[in-house]
């Protein structure tokens, strides 16, 4: 057929296997190695969501100390801002012990979701992966996060999203793949759904991405540790557009850049601007387990007044 | 990872070579750090071998899956 098609010659595994589909086209999720562990998955995956979009989804017997206050969350995050950090490990020490089910791991990679517990309650859980582009969102991964927050919005999961965004992925290849237009959607599927959300910012919140961090209208936390960092434009790119003409008429014009640079630099701090930027706490990170699941006691509080379908319809 | 080819996780900037050719490199060990959205993202060997071929320079501007360098066992 394909052949006939396009003139393609391609083996059923070229065209159809989990290679391209779980790591190529988003189509797969997620690929595993035999059918038993396909069951598993599978099952894992479902116990997570309710029967139906007229049910919530079901607490399990929690099996973690919601109180639990993990010490290596205070150097997690690399004193050096240029320096990428395992995000799949912070995860691991703030959500309910092997909770995480990540969803499209080989997908849109500077983005990672899954569903997991906190405190028995199933969430749906973002983060960005610094070590991949940055976590800068490009395409696939814009694409992704839609998927994904409309799974958690039809189903009812509370949303968790673990922030450290340096904005979309820039450069030509970037802009040929309409990054933008795929963007969009992820930031109005975000606005569109209508399931309790906190966010967390762990890092950077930059740009039209950073924007899109979470949803103000319904029950919407955000916390952010101290190496919170955020604003429209970070400082390395900004002072170049906001002082160019300065720089420029400097007869060392590297250095005068690099002069305001430092000076604006030492005086960032997320405690001059948590307020305008309405971040409602700044946060001990060990402290980021307990509050959220605090959080999620309160989410499930007001989950009944939520269920049935979405107005907004399927988004293939 | 096939034939021992260390490839470019994305869009960025070559920063730094932490080998030179014909280096003895364990799997996993840091041979490149790329810069992409202003984070450094160091890039790994694929296998354990020789580093037979560096084919980008410090400075390089590359994109997802270019060629980095080459390791023979």
């Known amino acids: ?316 | 990872m096939k034939n021992g080819e260390v490839r470019s996780p994305g869009v960025g900037k070559v920063i730094e070579i932490l080998v030179t050719a014909g280096a003895q490199v364990a799997a996993g060990d840091e041979v490149i750090v790329i810069e992409s959205m202003k984070v450094e993202i160091p890039v790994t060997a694929s296998r354990a071998g020789r580093v037979e071929r560096i084919v980008v320079a410090t400075g390089d501007q590359v994109q997802a899956d270019d060629l980095l360098l080459t390791i023979s066992v």
């Open chain 1, 1 to 316: 057929m394909v052949e006939r098609g396009v003139g393609e010659v391609v083996t059923k595994e070229e065209l159809g296997g989990s290679q391209i589909h779980a790591r190529g086209s988003g189509a797969v999720d997620n690929e595993v190695e035999s059918e038993e562990e396909a069951f598993a998955a599978i099952r894992q995956f479902l116990s997570y969501l309710p029967q139906n979009v007229w049910q919530l989804p079901q607490r399990r017997p929690p099996d973690d100390d919601p109180h639990r206050r993990e010490e290596t969350l205070l150097s997690i995050i690399p004193r050096n801002k240029r320096r990428a950090y395992e995000v799949r490990r912070l995860l691991g020490l703030i959500l309910d012990r092997d909770s995480f089910f990540e969803i499209g791991r080989y997908f849109g990679r500077p983005l990672v979701t899954g569903l997991a517990r906190l405190d028995g309650y199933p969430v749906g859980v973002l983060a960005s992966d610094p070590l991949q582009g940055g976590g800068g969102l490009d395409a696939p991964a814009s694409e992704k996060m839609t998927r994904f927050i409309d799974l958690c919005d039809t189903f009812h999961l509370p949303c968790v999203n673990f922030v450290d965004q340096p904005g979309f992925l820039l450069g030509t290849v970037a802009e040929r793949a309409g990054t933008i237009r795929y963007g969009v959607r992820a930031l109005a599927a975000v606005y569109q759904a209508t399931v309790p959300w906190v966010s967390v910012i762990v890092r950077r919140v930059f740009g039209v991405a950073g924007a899109a961090h979470g949803n103000t209208q319904r029950l919407n936390f955000r916390y952010a540790w101290p190496s919170g960092n955020w604003g429209s434009l970070p400082i390395e790119g900004g002072v170049r557009a906001a002082y160019k003409r300065d720089i420029e008429s400097s007869p060392d014009p590297e250095a005068r850049r690099r002069e305001i640079e430092a000076k604006l630099d030492a005086l960032q701090s997320p405690f001059r601007t948590a307020e305008v930027f309405d971040i409602e706490e700044i946060i001990d990170p060990r402290d980021t387990r307990p509050l959220l699941c605090e959080w999620v006691h309160m989410a499930y509080d007001i989950l009944p007044s939520e269920v049935g379908p979405k107005r907004r319809g399927c988004r293939p």
